[in-house]
């Protein structure tokens, strides 16, 4: 009587592997890019309505910070539930996503309050050029969210940080050239955009801050009713006498890190998002 076959393994079939080059742990489906949109809108407008707001209103981010944090947050988590729905967020993207938000939240206190110089940033940029826009974005959320905890800087300011912080994060991945641009040109790129980003950061989260100061009645004061054109050109002088010698540090920084440890780093994100070929469709075949 002949032997049975031992039964046949279980394991994922090798050629269903996709190419590294397009792997994303997040990718965005229609809900995903719904959601993304729907954030970013109320994101724009929360840091902007001031400029639009009547002189008889009182306007100041006293007043509905709160009301934003309680909004913004619940759409931010609504992002993560979307992806989830529409592209399937597995456990290895979940591991991922956490240890890159470990890593950045522990980079941030590193520079905190030393001339505004923030190592986290090239971390974010690039985490988000490999895994793309829509990992990235919660990517970045996630760890300015995180980051607060560990530094004790929960407060109004927190939702337009992780918003910000998601837009940097989310744009790296934007990028051209994920598919074929490596080396360094790619360096270069991500370089470029990383300073413009950490100095675009920097200037977006004055507006969360620079109607504090309305009616003090200085020359770079926030003047709620004033047209829109007088009152940008007293917050470009609001951001060059303020918040300019901590953004160019930043900039400088996020673009020495990238230019020197931007190929160590991308190789390993590659690698890692190979390794766990987020993609792979399950297959079972005989040994």
Known sequence: MTPERPPARERPAARERPAAGRVRAVRLGPRSVAALVLVSAIGVMAFGWPLLADSASGLAHSGDAPWLFAALLPLLVAVVVATVADTGLDAKAIAMLGVLAAAGAALRPLGAGTAGLEPMFFLMVLSGRVLGPGFGFVLGAVTMFASAL???????????????????????????????????????????????????????????????????????????????????????????ATSLGWDLPRAALTVVLTLTLGSTVLAALRRATRRAAFEAPVAFERP
């Open 150 to 240: 560990l530094t004790g800087g929960v407060g109004p300011w927190m939702p337009f940080q992780m918003l910000s912080m998601g837009w940097v994060a989310m744009g790296a991945g934007l990028l051209p050239g994920a598919e074929r641009l490596r080396g360094r040109a790619e360096r270069w790129l991500l370089a470029a955009y990383g300073g413009a980003a950490a100095v675009l950061y920097g200037t977006v989260m004055n507006l969360q801050g620079w109607p504090y100061i309305g009616g003090l009645g200085t020359g770079i004061s926030f003047v709620p009713g004033d047209p829109v054109h007088e009152n940008l050109v007293r917050f470009a002088a609001y951001c060059l």
